[in-house]
């Protein structure tokens, strides 16, 4: 029997020893913060002192510049997504008007090799299906 509490004890002693791990912390590209038993490659990650992995260590010291640093990255990626919601709202007026000229002109030419080319019913049709699928996926 005590070599049982002398087993079982041994395995709680042992325990917090085999959940220490290190723990890296990483901003992709979108702004989302992750966080992962493996540091991404080709991304620069922050190594996370756990409760269990910091027993008798002091926490390492956040660098000064690094929320200046992620304060940018923050700016950068903001500007990014309000350009590309701004290319966005104009692909989508765009593709709006040229989906009331199919459904209201029956008469649609376009340009081919430099010559213009009257579309038939069918092709104006595949041509606002196809419109009206971009404009489902991309617009609001």
Not at 78 to 97: H, M
Request: glycine share 6%; net charge positive.
């Amino acid at each position: 029997m005590r070599t049982h509490f002398y087993i079982a004890g041994l395995l709680v002693a042992i325990s917090p020893l085999s959940m220490a791990a290190q723990v890296y912390k990483w901003v992709d590209a979108q702004g989302v913060t992750h966080f992962d038993a493996q540091p991404p490659q080709g991304q620069p990650a922050t190594t996370i002192v756990t409760p269990a992995s910091s027993a008798g260590k002091l926490p390492a010291p956040t660098p000064k510049g690094a929320i200046g640093d992620q304060q940018a990255i923050d700016k950068s990626v903001k500007k990014q997504i309000a350009r590309q919601q701004a290319e966005l709202k104009v692909f989508c007026e765009q593709a709006r008007t040229n989906l009331a000229q199919l459904q209201n002109n029956p008469r649609i030419r376009e340009e081919v090799e430099g010559e213009l080319r009257r579309l038939d019913d069918a092709q104006r049709q595949e041509r606002i299906g196809e419109t009206q699928k971009q404009i489902a996926q991309n617009c609001e």
